[in-house]
Each structure stands twice: as structure tokens, then as C-alpha cells.
Nanobody, 125 residues
Framework: QVQLVESGGGLVQAGGSLRLSCAVS????????LGWFRQAPGPERELVAT????????YYADSIKGRFTISRDNTKNTMFLQMNSLKSEDTAVYYC??????????????????WGQGTQVTVSS
């Protein structure tokens, strides 16, 4: 397994931007599909976006499509989530996750074997 550490969360006004990072330690980073999930108080953890092993394919939840961009740098073992035009409903704890299984996209939280500790994103209206 790998270890994941998120960073970049914070407080931002509606309409603003944040860039989240997920640093991944361990072997064979490029063998893992990666995803960003989020969880607000109450609702279940939901997929935000996922990216394939080589970064060639991406998948986005409808709620953030056109506003968020997922990317990865396999030379630096890091994944990113660029979040633009943030809305109050984007407020949540954001988690990065990794999975070695084949198949894309993997959209369910149960598909992922390793998780970070989460980073809080708060959007004020």
C-alpha cells in the first residue's frame, strides 16, 4: 500500500479558487489509479474526480464538471485538484485515495484501498 497526504485546503470566498495536492509515498505510484472524494457533515463520502494511472483519462462528478480539474505528476508522486468558481456547497473535507485495480473509472469509495487523512475546504458565501 501507499501513504497519502493532502494539503492546500482552507477558507475561500465564493467564486474563488484553491489547489489541493496529494503527496503519495510508497512504491509504484504509476500503478495506482487516483481519486478525490469529499464529505460534508451528514452525507456520504462522494467522488469528485478520478484519474487513470498515466493521467490520460479523467472522470468528473456532474456537480463540479467544468470548474475542477484533476491532474497528476508521476515524476513527483503527486496528484492535484484545481478548484475554480467555488461555491458554498463545495464546503467539505476533501480526501485523496489510491487503488491498484484495473478498470476506469472507479467511482465508488469501496473501490479504493488507501486514503489520506483529509483536508478541509470551506467556501464562504
Amino acid at each position: 500500500q501507499v501513504q497519502l497526504v493532502e494539503s492546500g485546503g482552507g477558507l475561500v470566498q465564493a467564486g474563488g479558487s484553491l489547489r489541493l495536492s496529494c503527496a503519495v509515498s510508497g512504491r509504484s505510484f504509476s500503478n495506482y489509479g487516483l481519486g478525490w472524494f469529499r464529505q460534508a457533515p451528514g452525507p456520504e463520502r462522494e467522488l469528485v474526480a478520478t484519474i487513470s494511472r498515466n493521467g490520460g483519462r479523467t472522470y468528473y462528478a456532474d456537480s463540479i464538471k467544468g470548474r475542477f480539474t484533476i491532474s497528476r505528476d508521476n515524476t513527483k508522486n503527486t496528484m492535484f485538484l484545481q478548484m475554480n468558481s467555488l461555491k458554498s456547497e463545495d464546503t467539505a473535507v476533501y480526501y485523496c485515495a489510491a487503488d491498484r485495480s484495473l478498470g476506469f473509472p472507479r467511482v465508488h469509495k469501496y473501490d479504493y484501498e488507501s486514503w489520506g487523512q483529509g483536508t478541509q475546504v470551506t467556501v464562504s458565501s
